[in-house]
């Protein structure tokens, strides 16, 4: 599905191609990928290959909501500045979403998390609004990555039907292209904050990742052959891959034998070809 943000004059498109149905087991083989062109025009693709239905549903949250972080009895609390669309995960938790100010957030498995244990009174949120504090709070990924770096609550996994905690690390980007991606390893906050991190998958942590990529681009394989199974490693060269060959300056087309910039048209298009081709079928 494609949501072009009405918000603002910058194209802002949260594209979600949610809800396929892979084997019984469960499966995480999620990938993000944040399309810049050459005139600014940003897309965020997503697809969401999970290994069971997750009931999701379409929410449009308006500013001025009184929140918490479903955490308990030291759950923090807020109330929301910007209004949000969002895709609800088992209609229990924010999933994906944009705001009224073009940010996105994707939440992605990642098994290697450690949230680590809150002190005596400190300030909790669970992993299920841990992505919407951030849609209510921020217009811009720098203010996030501002607030979040304080570190003022805990992170709480939750717990899943199968009985396995939902371990995930957080995506955010904005209206700039900027991007971060936020880690708990160890109990310790990581932050991966620039314009460079334009491609997330699964395990293992983000920066060896980078350090998978580093080594194929070195090897010289990305220009003579790409990784291709469904592991996340592989998922993320071959994505990085594509990503940095696909089209990024307006093409003219003739419409009705007039020429318009058809462009903002095409790039969706693309983006969601790029998605389709590193999903698990």
Not at 53 to 72: F, H, I, Q, V
Not at 236 to 249: G, M, Q
Not at 270 to 277: C, K, N, P, T, Y
């Amino acid at each position: 599905m494609l949501i072009t943000n009405l918000y603002r004059n910058i194209l802002i498109i949260f594209i979600v191609t949610i809800l396929i149905l892979l084997a019984p087991q469960l499966t995480e083989a999620c990938t993000r990928a944040l399309y810049i062109s050459k005139d600014n025009t940003v897309i965020v693709g997503r697809s969401m290959d999970w290994g069971e239905d997750m009931a999701s549903n379409m929410w449009a949250l308006p500013r001025g909501m009184k929140r918490d972080g479903r955490g308990g009895r030291n759950t923090l609390s807020w109330e929301s500045k910007y209004g949000s669309l969002i895709v609800s995960a088992y209609d229990i938790g924010t999933a994906e979403g944009m705001n009224e100010k073009g940010l996105v957030v994707n939440e992605l498995a990642l098994v290697e998390s450690n949230y680590g244990q809150p002190m005596d009174g400190e300030k909790v949120i669970s992993l299920s609004t841990w992505p919407q504090y951030v849609l209510d709070n921020f217009a811009t990924v720098a203010e996030a990555v501002a607030d979040l770096r304080q570190e003022n609550f805990r992170v709480q996994t939750i717990v899943l039907g199968t009985g396995r905690p939902a371990n995930m690390h957080l995506v955010i980007s904005d209206a700039t292209g900027d991007s971060a991606v936020f880690e708990y390893v160890d109990g310790k906050l990581v932050i991966h904050h620039g314009k460079q991190y334009k491609v997330v998958t699964n395990s293992p942590t983000y920066d060896k990742q980078l350090a998978i990529m580093e080594y194929w681009k070195d090897a010289g394989g990305i220009s003579k052959s790409l990784p291709g199974t469904s592991r996340a490693a592989d998922r993320f060269v071959r994505t990085s891959f594509l990503l940095d060959i696909l089209p990024n300056e307006v093409s003219p087309t003739y419409i009705n034998g007039t020429p318009e910039k058809s462009f903002k048209f095409q790039a969706p298009m693309a983006v969601l070809s790029l998605m389709r081709s590193v999903g698990t079928p």
